[in-house]
């Protein structure tokens, strides 16, 4: 795989004069061309899948159709037509000595993104970084290989179409590590790594990465019924932030219950939850209320269930609810439902996470929401970008600076 | 010095609601009253690095004097002065639904810097990181241990006095590098590591660490001389970036010339270089005008001499130079002397490095000169923040999402 980077890196720079948002409706137009060999190639993908056993929810993930396809195709056309990202100058001024100093925006050079089985993000990450002037490096699942495999030799033939080289996009899918392993050791060739997927892989790649990284999505998110919450604004944004899509990262996985208000709100809510089909596990304070409550251990505090269980407790104080949220959340989104501002502002002020909400569920938290357009994911670090990702966060910056012979 | 680390994050939200700007003028004169201990313990520091047979300029580095410590002293006080960088509004808008999205600057929780023997970065850094609004775990060189102790405890008695944990500013410097190892690998405590020092450290420290890191330094910089460069304007350029400080990592270590202007420009710039003592290596086209220079090898062209030593090359090209450039440099500083604006753009805009420069020295990169005041040094990589690093650069950004019950 090396050999591809090294090429992907090198023809980088014919991205700089190029009309990029032609180049995505080119390969738009590619990708709807080739749609017979990509949907017959995902076909054999989903009969691999099938017969390995795969469960349902993972087939549907795996699955392109026409809609699909012509969805993903259209997504690269909105990409086309967002804000161009390069060469927007942030910040210029003037030295004393009368150079002009300027900070614009430039791109990374290479992107890597190493994700899971859903074909889609495949044309969303060639999409996203060619518009920003990168080159993309893309290590797909090999459960899509072959789906992988179509879309690319599309998007490849758009590039030669419009007179760029295939080359700026790379692409791999080995069974085992040793090819992340590669590009996660690739100084100098990689200027951004996003891993996109489970906990556990994201985790190791923070952990191994040698080359930058920006670190996306595990969701402990959190929701706080402070004590004069009101009960039917409560119980709507409690149930559609765990209910609507459980398994996304936005979704809450713990509810914090002020102990002045777990009497007035938690009996309905949790009738509410449960008749919707969520298993809830509590503190005993919860179990008081709510005896059918399955009882909370500590492990529950800390999990990401993506799916309908909500872990429940009851705090004495909005600090204590802060305590909890910087411990055992992820830093992703968290909020708050209060009938006081102040409050409100206290609780966003004092939690540690990229988005935090007053009176809202929690899951706005994504690009398309944000206005952003297509994303790569959900920052969960600090550095660099933080919350949704999107192609303004794709771009680095450079200091130009424009002198006359100047000397210190 | 992990329950240090702990002590000094878990301090961190005491600063939120603190006059951060008055604290830091609290410290200067905590600094200025702490005069005699300070000086005693460096006369220690410095006694011990003598009978080591430490060289002079490392012993002026390690160096405090009454002079010295008042301007460390003024600089808290100028870093007081900064504009605010924590709850500024970078961005504000509202989603159809009327939720009102804001991006407000926060602070990174717990700053970390290992860096070398000067004393004064230990006072500049715990300034900018508590100007910043975070902690700050500073690991000193053990060189610098008694005077780093003795600051220190003139910190914190200011922090004491100041109403504050003195457990927001921690300290180590062992011999070996086991401290260093356990702040590498103290994910969710350390919330930003900035490695300060000689290449090797900073390699060490970039392929070891599991928590987010801000590279900074190492800069291989070059001056390329256009076809049509002026004389006076190009020879007073390179000796500048050249001579004026050879040590520190925005002066020059290569010079570039194209081919068409080599014979005009060469022979004089290099006999006053050589005048001001500058050693030259150079190639054989460099050579054949200038007998004088030493032959370069390739490992020449990957030196960061910090010293007056200058690799020389002739090429054919712009293109050329801007290859040599991205493959040997260290994407810190580098500059073309051009009579051509269009020209300049496009090496500016080529050149893959934090800062570009056209008819300037290179010595120009650095925190003072941009006007941010006090830095923590220059990032040569391409997440977060790219060139100087200042106050403005040490926050990173929170999404305050309002609302009134909005679900999806």
């Known amino acids: 795989m090396l050999p ?12 700089l004069d190029a009309d990029r948002p032609a180049l995505l409706r080119t390969l738009a137009a590619a990708l709807r061309r080739a749609e017979p060999e990509i949907l017959s190639a995902n076909r054999c993908d989903l009969d691999a899948a099938e017969q390995r056993g795969t469960p349902p929810p993972l087939i549907d993930r795996l699955l392109l159709d026409r809609g699909r396809l012509l969805q993903v195709a259209g997504s690269l056309e909105e990409i086309a037509a967002l804000p161009e990202p390069l060469e927007q100058v942030l910040a210029c001024w003037e ?15 290479l992107i890597a993104v190493i994700y899971e089985s859903r074909p889609n993000v495949t044309v969303d990450v060639a999409g996203l970084a060619l518009r920003a002037g990168s080159a993309a490096y893309l290590r797909g699942s090999t459960a899509a290989a072959r789906s992988n495999r179509a879309i690319l030799a599309a ?20 069974e085992d590590r040793s090819d992340i392993a590669a590009l996660l050791a690739a100084r100098h060739l990689v200027d951004l790594l996003v891993p996109r997927g489970g906990a556990e892989l994201i985790r190791w790649v923070v952990e191994q990465a040698k080359v930058p990284v920006l670190e996306t999505g595990a969701g402990v998110c959190h929701l706080f019924l402070d004590e004069d919450a009101d009960l039917e604004m409560a119980k709507a944004v409690v149930v559609n932030a765990k209910c609507q899509r459980p398994g996304v990262c936005n979704a809450i996985e713990t509810l914090l219950v002020h102990r002045a208000c777990a009497e007035r709100l938690l009996p309905a809510i949790c009738k509410e939850l449960r008749d919707r089909g969520v298993e809830l596990r509590g503190d005993a304070a919860v179990r008081a209320l709510f005896p059918a409550a399955r009882p909370a251990t500590e492990d529950d505090w800390a999990a990401e269930y993506l799916d309908l269980v909500l872990a429940v407790r009851v705090v004495s104080s909005l600090e ?9 959340g ?8 209060t009938s006081s501002p102040q409050r409100g502002r206290s609780f966003q002020r004092s939690v540690d996470s990229a988005v935090v909400y007053v009176n809202s569920s929690t899951r706005f938290t994504d690009g398309a929401e944000f206005g952003f357009g297509a994303e790569l994911g959900i920052s969960t670090q600090k550095l660099h970008a933080r919350g949704p990702v999107g192609l303004a966060q794709l771009v680095t910056t450079q200091y130009r600076v424009d002198g006359s012979g100047q000397v210190r």
């Open 4 to 15: 591809d980077l090294a090429r992907a890196r090198a023809a980088q720079p014919t991205l």
């Open 155 to 174: 998007l490849r033939s758009g590039l030669a179409e419009f007179g760029l080289p295939e080359a700026l996009l790379a692409h791999s899918c080995l």
């Open 95 to 109: 030295h004393p000595n009368g150079l002009r100093i300027q900070q614009v925006t430039v791109p990374f050079g």
């Open 330 to 337: 992820t830093h992703h989104s968290d909020g708050i439902v």
């Open 320 to 328: 204590e609810a802060v305590s909890h949220i910087n411990r055992f």
